[in-house]
């Protein structure tokens, strides 16, 4: 794709996708789950390469541990797994503490991995609330306080505070970190009351961009739920992420919706790029 600096112009960096989600930029490449087509991708922006890394049922949030090894969230099944060139192996099972599929995940620099659930049956249940998930590198498995309406994207700010997007709760969660990796809540930065937070990154300002997915539109917002930038798609965004050689390209990974059915049987999913000013932070682009 070109590097335009026209920051209005939204390219098509990538198509023919079942449902992205989850981006990460790392060591120059884009990584992101494609759920109902059961794979994990690398995509190479420079290059136009699109590489499988992976292939689990439904994937979602992807992190990795200080020794590189990648970590997947198998959404349905409410595991985590270790991926590599030699296949999946089990890395911790959360089927006993998440009350719905397994979603997001930000695996910090000690290689504690947080990990949202949706905490309810998203196509036929009545909406609840549900906490964070911890997992630590000795396989403890802790679930953490703190009520949140559909946790999803996450990124630590320069703080050291994680921010978590609520989906249903049109507001970023923020949650102070121990030194034990405990978190508490500590507070939220509400945004638009029609705003649906997906996935989220983070840029070297502490600018945070919200792909708001059922306004068909990001968002970068201040501490404060300010808005500086905003960008609309022709899809839904579910999910976005700064990278490319400056880290000043945005992807937006979109769709036509979320219903599981049909975006199985179809390939109408998109990665999208535009330019912005802020660069993004972090070795997997989520900052801390």
């Not at 990460?24 to 390469?49: K, N």
């Not at 539109?217 to 404060?224: I, K, M, P």
């Amino acid at each position: 794709m070109s590097t335009t600096a026209d920051p209005n112009r939204i390219e098509i960096a990538l198509d023919g996708l079942h449902f992205a989600e989850c981006l990460r930029w790392r060591d120059g490449l884009l990584y992101f789950s494609d759920m109902y087509g059961d794979s994990v991708h690398s995509f190479d922006p420079g290059t136009g390469e699109l590489s499988v890394v992976g292939e689990i049922f439904h994937p979602g949030g992807i992190g990795w541990l200080p020794d590189g090894t990648m970590l997947v969230v198998a959404s349905e099944d409410r595991r985590i797994m270790r991926v590599d060139a030699a296949g999946n192996a089990p890395y911790a099972d959360l089927s006993e503490v998440a009350p719905g599929w397994a979603n997001d995940l930000l695996v910090d620099a000690t290689g504690r991995a947080y990990v949202g659930n949706f905490g309810y049956d998203l196509f036929a249940g009545e909406q609840r609330s549900t906490r964070l998930i911890r997992v630590d590198r000795d396989g403890a498995i802790d679930v953490e306080p703190g009520e949140l309406l559909f946790p999803n994207g996450m990124v630590k700010r320069s703080d050291g505070a994680l921010i978590v997007a609520e989906t249903f709760g049109h507001r970023l969660a923020v949650f102070s970190i121990g030194d034990d990796g405990h978190v508490e809540p500590a507070g939220s930065i509400a945004l638009e009351s029609d705003s649906t937070p997906d996935g989220i990154c983070i840029d070297a300002e502490d600018g945070i961009w919200v792909a708001s997915a059922l306004t068909g539109e990001v968002l970068r917002v201040d501490a404060g739920g300010r808005v500086s930038a905003r960008h609309s798609f022709s899809q839904n965004p579910y999910a976005c992420m700064l990278g490319g050689e400056d880290r000043r390209t945005l992807f937006v990974a979109t769709a036509p919706d979320h219903e599981p059915a049909g975006r199985r049987a179809r390939t109408e999913g998109r990665i999208e790029a535009l330019r912005v000013e802020v660069p993004g932070v972090g070795p997997d682009g989520l900052g801390g």
